[in-house]
């Protein structure tokens, strides 16, 4: 719901925020009004993170109480598509 999200963009962090549910991301976008311009909300599974981002280059990815939501399926792609987006070419 933006908790997470709030404590880096408090420190000026340029944030991709996903989630699966709608209602946790605009709360979350409530939360983090303030910071808006930093922070880009995406409804999605962390499993479409490699097809989705494709282009994008992240200093890191956290997977924020995530994980233990996923099937073992969507953990697997979720992590090797994380590293395959961050990856330095």
Same mark, same amino acid.
């Given at each position: 719901?933006?908790?997470?999200?709030?404590? @880096?963009?408090?420190?000026?962090?340029?944030?991709?925020?996903?989630?699966?549910?709608?209602?946790?991301?605009?709360?979350?976008?409530?939360?983090?009004?303030? @910071?808006?311009?930093?922070?880009? +909300?995406?409804?999605?599974?962390? &499993?479409?993170?490699?097809?989705? +981002?494709?282009? +994008?280059? +992240?200093?890191?990815?956290? @997977?924020?109480?995530?994980?233990?939501?996923?099937?073992? *399926?969507?953990?697997?792609?979720?992590? *090797? &598509?994380?590293?395959?987006?961050? &990856?330095?070419?």
């Amino acid at each position: 719901t933006g908790s997470s999200t709030l404590a @880096f963009a408090e420190k000026g962090a340029k944030i991709t925020a996903i989630d699966i549910n709608e209602d946790y991301i605009l709360k979350a976008k409530t939360k983090t009004a303030q @910071f808006s311009s930093n922070i880009s +909300f995406y409804v999605m599974n962390a &499993s479409e993170i490699g097809s989705a +981002f494709k282009t +994008f280059k +992240f200093d890191l990815i956290i @997977f924020m109480a995530s994980l233990e939501h996923m099937t073992i *399926k969507e953990r697997i792609t979720s992590i *090797k &598509s994380s590293v395959s987006v961050n &990856s330095i070419t």
